[in-house]
């Protein structure tokens, strides 16, 4: 599952995530972080045995958790399928198929906004 962590900056300083690592049998993985001593975001990939249990310790942490199946949306009526993001994506979630058109794999995408930077007709847009 990929998840927006949301912190506010009284969680800022806490071990948190540490404790959520070391406690339960999960694997966890950051996919884009954004945090100051105001607060901030992280994009996260959890999973495992233990991973709802893990989920219900950050919210009771003060966590807000924002579950998400998209990472980055193709605006279908702008894109021109040209594949200048295609060799920028680092996990190449995007490919070009077998009739030319551009297609992102929201499973593998990581939000590492390459692509949004790359595009042309500004067709990508990271989803927050």
Do not use: H
């Not at 049998?25 to 954004?34: D, E, M, P, S």
């Amino acid at each position: 599952m990929k998840a927006w962590l949301n912190f506010s900056p009284s969680i800022v300083n806490k071990r948190v995530i540490a404790d959520l690592i070391k406690n339960y049998n999960i694997n966890f993985n950051i996919l884009k972080a954004n945090i100051t001593p105001k607060g901030g975001k992280m994009l996260i990939e959890i999973n495992g045995k233990e991973a709802e249990e893990g989920i219900k310790f950050l919210e009771e942490a003060g966590i807000e958790l924002q579950p998400i199946t998209r990472v980055v949306k193709k605006d279908e009526d702008k894109c021109i399928d040209c594949g200048a993001c295609v060799s920028l994506c680092p996990v190449t979630a995007i490919k070009i198929e077998e009739d030319w058109g551009v297609e992102v794999d929201d499973e593998l995408c990581i939000g590492c906004g390459f692509c949004t930077y790359s595009c042309p007709m500004k067709a990508i847009k990271i989803i927050e």
